[in-house]
C-alpha cells in the first residue's frame, strides 16, 4: 500500500479574488470544477510543491468564520522580497514584516490573503536542487492539533512518514508526508492549546492512495471515525472515503487509477 498527501481544501469567500491573489504571487490556477455544493479550484506550482484547493460553497457560512484548525499556509519562494512585493500589490495585509532567521537559515515574513488567512513567504539559503522551478511553490499546510503525537499515529497509520520535529518558542510541530511525492502536511500543538480545534473554514484533506478500501479499513480497524465508506464516484472514476481524524478534521481517501 502506498499513500501521499493531495491537495488541502479550504472555504473562501469569494473565489475568483482568492484565485487572483495566489496567481499574483505566482502560482498558477491548473484546475476548476464544479460540484453540487461549490465552486473549487486548485492551486499549485506544476513542478512541484503541495497543492491547495479553494473553495467558495453555494450555501456560504454567515458570518464567515476562520476557526482555529488552519494555522497557516506556506508559500516558498527563491525571492522573498519580490514574492512579498507580489503580496501586499495584490491587497494583502502584513501580519510580520521579512527577517532572516539564521536557525534554518531562512528569510521569512507572514502576509494574511483576502480572507484573513495567515501565508508565510519563504526563501531558504540555499534551497536544495531538487526544489521546483520557474516560480514559488506551495510548501507544508499547517494544522492545530490537541495532542501531537495522536494526530502523528493517525497520519502514520495512513501510510505517510513524520519526517521532521520541530519545537518552537509557542508550539512542538511535526511535518507528516510521503517523502518520494505529493503535499506536505505540518501539525502543530499550541503551548496555550485549550479545548476542541474549532474547523471554521477549514473542509477537508486528501490522502491518496492505491488501496482505497485497504486504507479505510485499516483506520476503521484502529478504531477511527468513517464518515464515508470506500464509494466510486463514476464522473471522475476513482474511488474515495471519508475519515476522522483525532481533532475530527475530515480526510478524503483517493484511489485513482490514473494516478
Known amino acids: 500500500m502506498t499513500s501521499w498527501l493531495g491537495q488541502y481544501c479550504f472555504n473562501v469567500t469569494d473565489l475568483e479574488r482568492s484565485v487572483a491573489f495566489y496567481e499574483a504571487l505566482g502560482l498558477e490556477c491548473t484546475s476548476r ?19 491547495m484547493q479553494l473553495a467558495q460553497q453555494k450555501v456560504a457560512a454567515d458570518p464567515f468564520d476562520l476557526g482555529t484548525g488552519l494555522w497557516k499556509l506556506y508559500v516558498n519562494t527563491t525571492d522573498a522580497a519580490d514574492t512579498w512585493k507580489r503580496a501586499i500589490d495584490a491587497g494583502a495585509a502584513v501580519h510580520t514584516e521579512l527577517a532572516r532567521l539564521d536557525r534554518w537559515p531562512v528569510t521569512v515574513g507572514f502576509v494574511t490573503d483576502p480572507d484573513g488567512y495567515l501565508v508565510e513567504l519563504v526563501e531558504r539559503d540555499p534551497w536544495p536542487d531538487s526544489a521546483p522551478t520557474g516560480g514559488p511553490w506551495l510548501g507544508q499546510y499547517c494544522l492545530n492539533v490537541t495532542d501531537l503525537e495522536a494526530t502523528i499515529a493517525f497520519y502514520e497509520l495512513l ?4 519526517t521532521s520535529r520541530t519545537d518552537i518558542e509557542h508550539a512542538a510541530e511535526a511535518i507528516l508526508e ?14 496555550d492549546q485549550d479545548g476542541p480545534i474549532r474547523m471554521g473554514s477549514m473542509w ?5 492512495t492505491d488501496d482505497c478500501a485497504g486504507l479505510h479499513d485499516r483506520a476503521v480497524g484502529a478504531g477511527y471515525t468513517s464518515t464515508l465508506p470506500p464509494t ?12 476522522s481524524d483525532p481533532d475530527g478534521y475530515s480526510v478524503e481517501v483517493v484511489e485513482n487509477p490514473r494516478a
Open 33 to 51: 470544477t464544479e460540484i453540487p455544493d461549490a465552486f473549487e479550484a486548485i492551486l499549485e506550482n506544476p513542478t512541484g510543491g503541495s497543492k
Open 159 to 162: 501510510d505517510l512518514t513524520c
Open 178 to 191: 510521503n517523502p518520494e511525492r505529493g503535499s506536505k502536511l505540518q501539525l502543530a500543538q499550541q503551548v
Open 204 to 208: 477537508k484533506l486528501y490522502v491518496n
Open 232 to 243: 466510486v464516484l463514476e464522473r471522475w472514476n476513482v474511488t474515495i472515503a471519508f475519515i
